[in-house]
């Protein structure tokens, strides 16, 4: 079991900078495949970036460039550093675990970028 808790949320200017935190708990963080996925009103949950065990990391396209995805295996910690945000990033981010059947979810944080 892991259990995972979004941090870092909140709202900002276009053009800013946000940093989201995902703490895991639970065993075995290092194996997981890790994710950002966001959520914006009245639209499907979308991948925003993913990292796996061995560090190889994948991008939507409409983040590329602006956002980086990093993990801190020592601290069970996994980061999404915001750059360049726009109106369109407005979202509840998650995070997600991943490992063969098993998938987990936290219950996200919010960003709003005002234009």
């Known amino acids: 079991q892991v259990q995972l808790v979004e941090s870092g949320g909140g709202l900002v200017q276009a053009g800013g900078s946000l940093r989201l935190s995902c703490a895991a708990s639970?065993?075995?963080?290092?194996?997981?495949?890790m994710g950002w996925f966001r959520q914006a009103p009245g639209k499907q949950r979308e991948l925003v970036a993913s990292?796996?065990?061995?560090?190889?990391?994948d991008y939507a396209i409409s983040v590329k460039g602006r956002f980086t995805i990093s993990r801190d295996n020592a601290k069970n910690t996994v980061y999404l550093q915001m750059n360049s945000l726009e109106p369109e990033d407005t979202a509840v981010y998650y995070c997600?675990?991943?490992?063969?059947?098993?998938?987990?979810w936290g219950r996200g944080t919010q960003v709003i970028v005002s234009s």
């Open positions: 997600n675990a991943a490992l063969f059947s098993d998938d987990y």
């Open positions: 639970g065993r075995a963080f290092r194996v997981y495949r």
């Open positions: 990292i796996t065990s061995g560090g190889s990391t």
